[in-house]
């Protein structure tokens, strides 16, 4: 704890610089982001100093542990799951009535938190936009599915959202997340029903002429590379069992190698079986690319590292942030990760709820924290990554997807005005009155 007291603050510089290029670059940058060699470049030359400070710190311990016992799973999971949803094909065109939106939203609500919101919202986005290329008017169905398929449905399992899994590792068991089962469902009733008034109001401002295009486009949907699904449910199973609490040999540090990796070897082993066992077109026909992955390697790495003496730092002036009750969590954590990444904004609350804990304001129930201050934690992190294009990865491919598709997606602001800010917002305000009033 020592070690968090006396960290400078000039040592969170990094992390925060690191931050504001994953914010910012992709906007003032452009094509040139895009280069995942540049994003390793840049964490590199923020996450190297401060590998060698935290070593000089006599730190080394905590700099192994958050890479080899967070970084590093984290990294194995994502791909894991991206390897296997970049394996199931769907395909089709469906007639674009404002009930079939509905059920793919609704069904793509649910698979967040099955196989993650990446993989839910690249599996479902392109037969979504096949079904609705005939609408003049179907922008709106992009944005409600960015909201709740690529964001507020991944709030249930470890495997929905990156922030999740962090938390899970932290402590919080694999069926813990089911306790906010009411709040992910209000969530999703709501935003269906205003989804549905609204395509439903914008259905009846259809031409005919689009309407007789899209019953002759109808096709049924296909499904391809369903060996992978199988591969989906182990991944589930191998998070859920393979762990310490039901092997409690891998969080000794003196076990061999494979045994405290024993997670991570099952889901290397399952990428390999899904790359050999899968056919090629289906994955050509997914437009697979290993690109997306390395980014968020290539990122997260340089995150991982610089954000070690922030969490320190925070663990140790947890108290003087004026932090302590669920509501301020739910809100503060939402606000960062809304243009921040959710996934280190959730680990940076967590360790202020830490701080709490040590400092005698709080008492640990879950994860080293109060139940609460998880949830909220939780929550605002899953539910306000939908607030800009930012604020989780799946939002921004989603857009882009969009616009190869003929769709005229709106701006960075334009999207904020004209939607998060007048139909999420005041979804997640009724959402702190019911469970953080106080």
Not at 44 to 66: K, R, T, W, Y
Request: proline share 5%; hydrophobic share 55%.
């Amino acid at each position: 704890m020592e070690h968090a007291v006396e960290m400078p603050l000039w040592s969170l510089l990094p992390f925060v610089l690191m931050l504001l290029m994953v914010a910012v670059a992709p906007l003032l940058m452009g094509k040139l982001w895009e280069n995942n060699s540049i994003k390793l470049i840049v964490s590199l030359v923020l996450g190297v100093p401060v590998a060698a400070f935290l070593i000089n710190q006599d730190m080394s311990e905590a700099l192994e542990h958050q890479l080899l016992y967070d970084y590093l799973p984290f990294i194995v999971l994502l791909a894991s799951l991206f390897v296997v949803t970049g394996g199931i094909h769907l395909s089709g065109d469906l007639l674009a009535k404002p009930r079939t939106n509905v059920i793919f939203l609704a069904t793509g609500y649910l698979f967040a938190s099955l196989m993650g919101t990446t993989g839910a919202a690249m599996l479902l986005i392109r037969p979504l936009l096949e079904t609705n290329a005939q609408r003049k008017y179907a922008t709106h169905t992009v944005l409600f599915f960015i909201a709740m398929v690529a964001n507020c449905g991944g709030l249930l399992t470890p495997l929905g959202d990156p922030p999740l899994f962090l938390l899970y590792l932290r402590g919080a068991s694999f069926t813990w997340f089911l306790h906010m089962f009411p709040a992910w469902l209000l969530v999703g009733a709501v935003l269906l029903l205003i989804y549905y008034l609204l395509d439903s109001y914008w259905y009846k401002k259809e031409s005919d002429h689009r309407l007789f295009a899209d019953e002759l486009s109808h096709r049924p949907l296909v499904v391809r590379g369903h060996i992978n699904i199988v591969y989906l449910v182990l991944i589930v199973l191998a998070v859920a069992f393979v762990n310490v609490g039901f092997i409690p040999a891998m969080g000794d540090p003196d076990s061999p190698v494979w045994v405290r990796f024993l997670r991570e070897i099952v889901l290397v082993s399952i990428i390999f079986l899904s790359l050999y066992s899968t056919k090629k077109e289906v994955r050509r026909s997914n437009r697979f690319s290993w690109n997306p992955i390395l980014e968020v390697a290539a990122v997260f790495l340089g995150i991982f590292t610089t954000m070690i003496p922030a969490m320190l730092f925070l663990k140790g002036h947890a108290a003087s942030f004026g932090l302590t009750k669920a509501w301020q969590f739910f809100y503060s954590a939402g606000a960062l990760s809304s243009f921040l990444d959710n996934a280190p904004t959730a680990l940076a609350f967590h360790g202020v709820a830490v701080g709490l804990v040590d400092s005698g304001v709080a008492v640990a129930e879950v994860a080293g924290i109060p139940e609460v201050l998880l949830e909220a934690i939780s929550m605002g992190a899953v539910f306000f990554g939908a607030m800009t294009y930012i604020g989780n990865g799946p939002n921004f491919m989603v857009k882009a997807i969009a616009e190869e598709y003929g769709y005229r997606m709106p701006s960075f602001f334009a999207y904020m005005y004209r939607f998060s800010l007048c139909v999420l917002l005041p979804v997640y305000i009724v959402v702190q009155l019911i469970f953080f009033f106080f």
